[in-house]
């Protein structure tokens, strides 16, 4: 379970981020975050991955406060993908990329080998292995930070708008990647802006509001009135529009 418990996180005193989350997410359990931007999304995910500590209150997993471990620990649970694919990748050839963090683990060469070719394979990015990985598509680079979340096999994975810089074929693949780790009983949470996304992919919707908790509750209900959507630039202020009417309506 992932819990945040009376959470508080503020940039500067007077700069208040998150106020008094209390939230609790079930193993297994396949959630989306949406808000405005500056609602406290991002800086959300970044607490749960132990990325940044809170000013108050507590962050755990599987009643492990993500505070007190080390680092090396939370990545063997925990897969992070960042909206920005480029702040993630460090090699110089996308199957060297995926292997970094099982080297760190010091796994055996041979489950190394095994984990990044079946990675490559899921990600379909195998002819691209011996790539640099900046000097592939938006698209692609995403793709390879994805295939480094399956070679680790975390049981969390806190996704930054994953459906980003996908053309069609891409997000194809990445659902289906969603799918499988949904099947492994991986525990999913997910920043996204397109209803359609989260209406395939997520079984509960959490959105925040001035950094505050305003709703949480199945997706499907939460997203009913938005059958025909299609994705667009509308579709944050959209979806937002949508979820006021449902939880405030006249």
Same mark, same amino acid.
């Given at each position: 379970?992932?819990?945040?418990? &009376?959470?508080?996180?503020?940039? #500067?005193?007077? $700069? ?20 405005? $931007? ?30 007190? %471990?080390?680092?090396?620990? !939370? ?12 702040? %993630? ?13 099982? &080297? ?8 190394? *080998? ?5 990675? =490559? ?12 990985? =900046?000097? =592939? ?7 390879? #930070? ?12 806190? +996704? ?13 693949? +990445?659902? *289906?990647?969603?799918?499988?780790? *949904? ?15 989260? !209406? ?21 209900? &939460?997203?009913?009135? =938005? ?9 944050s202020a959209l979806l937002l529009a949508t979820l006021a009417r449902a939880e405030h309506p006249r």
């Amino acid at each position: 379970m992932l819990n945040f418990d &009376r959470l508080c996180f503020s940039w #500067a005193p007077d $700069n208040p981020c998150l106020h008094d989350i209390t939230l609790q997410i079930a193993s297994g359990e396949q959630v989306a975050i949406v808000g405005d $931007n500056g609602a406290g999304k991002s800086t959300l995910l970044r607490l749960a991955a132990g990325l940044l500590a809170p000013t108050s209150g507590t962050v755990s997993w599987q009643q492990q406060d993500l505070c007190e %471990q080390r680092a090396l620990a !939370r990545a063997s649970q925990i897969g992070f993908l960042f909206q920005e694919s480029e702040r %993630q990748l460090f090699h110089s050839r996308v199957d060297d990329e995926i292997a970094f963090g099982l &080297r760190l683990q010091k796994q055996p060469g041979e489950e190394i *080998r095994e984990r990044v070719a079946a990675a =490559l394979a899921q990600c379909e990015l195998t002819a691209w292995a011996a790539s640099h990985p =900046l000097d =592939l598509d938006a698209g692609q680079r995403r793709m390879v #930070a994805v295939a480094c979340l399956h070679a680790m096999q975390p049981e969390l994975l806190l +996704l930054d708008e994953p459906s980003r810089d996908f053309d069609p074929h891409w997000l194809a693949i +990445l659902e *289906r990647w969603l799918a499988s780790e *949904r099947a492994k009983g991986t525990t999913i949470v997910a920043i996204s802006h397109d209803a359609e996304f989260v !209406r395939r992919n997520f079984t509960t919707l959490i959105e925040l509001k001035a950094g505050r908790l305003v709703a949480h509750g199945p997706a499907a209900e &939460r997203l009913s009135a =938005l059958n025909g959507y299609h994705q667009d630039e509308k579709s944050s202020a959209l979806l937002l529009a949508t979820l006021a009417r449902a939880e405030h309506p006249r």
